[in-house]
């Protein structure tokens, strides 16, 4: 009797574990679970394996990686950048954590920074994703029975993503447009900066022109030999080692291999168009001031401080040694 109890059960689980596989395989997943699922997939195959974090395995831990999913899904920029800081210490200097708190606050980081570049653009709509379904994912990737594979994680997640899509393509365009304005602004304020800087600078050569040694080429360069040399003459192509002493036509000083006591060596072809025009004209030895109209030097641009859009540039330079292209 006891013999045939036995049986019945054994019967009785059997029929129920194919049951519930049947019931498993047919059953139908809301979006949310599905989306939850996916994301659980993910942290498993990508986020947590990846040899470039070298994570450690306390810090795998995806319950507080859920926690931080769930807070970055407010989108708050600030705790958005705070776990953006958390891991680039963690992971920039490649420290492992030293307790289980310090795991746990990696994977919390983590959850927050993996959602947050799409929480801080658009609001996620609540019962999206399904947390539930994310630890199970997660558990079932770990186990190697995921029901998803990678081909169905992407299309899932692209479904997710794409009922957001219409809402960030319209914040994208507002923030080009605004990006656009606000270069548009700064162009128009560098222009009304250079422009008396321009006219400074060309009544400058005016008067420059017409001092005894100085030439004016038809570029529009000047330029006034201190010293001739007779070495070799550099090329467009060639590099060159020189001294040189650089002023804007006030006399403020904005760069000097002079001042630093060491020689530059460039490229001829990798620096401004005066230097382009004038470097070849030198012999080895030679020392040349050169006087270096805005369009020929930095233009509208302002690189530095010491040089304003539109500023018209002295250079004192010394050829010192004509080097072959490399």
Known sequence: MKTINILMMVALFSTTLIFNACNDANKEYTPAENAGYAYGV???QQVFPSEQMAMTPEEKNIEQFIKGFQKGMEGDEATSMQANEVLKKRFGEKVASADADAAGQ???????????????????KEGS??????????????????????????????KFFEAYKPELEAKQKIQQEEMMKQQQAAQEAAAAQAIPNMEA????????????GVVTLPSGLQYKV????????????????????????DGNV???????GEPATFGVGQVIKGWQEG?????????????????LAYGMQAP???IPAGSTLIFEVELIEVLPAK
Request: aromatic share 8%; charged share 20%.
């Open 304 to 306: 530095s401080a010491a």
């Open 201 to 212: 600078g060309a009544a400058f050569l005016a008067a420059n022109g017409k001092k005894k």
């Open 129 to 158: 994703i399904d947390f539930g379904s994310m630890k199970t994912g997660f558990n079932d990737s770990e186990a190697g029975k995921s029901r998803m594979d990678s081909v169905t994680v992407d299309s899932v997640l692209n």
């Open 226 to 249: 201190i010293k001739k040399g007779t070495g070799k003459q550099a090329t467009i192509a060639d590099q060159v080692k020189t001294h040189y002493h650089g002023t804007t036509i």
């Open 254 to 260: 904005f760069d000097s291999s002079v001042d630093r």
């Open 279 to 295: 470097i070849p004209l030198m012999k080895e030895g030679a020392k040349y001031e050169f006087y270096i109209p805005q369009d």
């Open 42 to 44: 993910v942290v498993s």
């Open 106 to 124: 990696v994977a919390y980081n983590l959850g927050i920074n993996v959602i947050s570049g799409l929480s801080t653009q658009v609001k996620i």
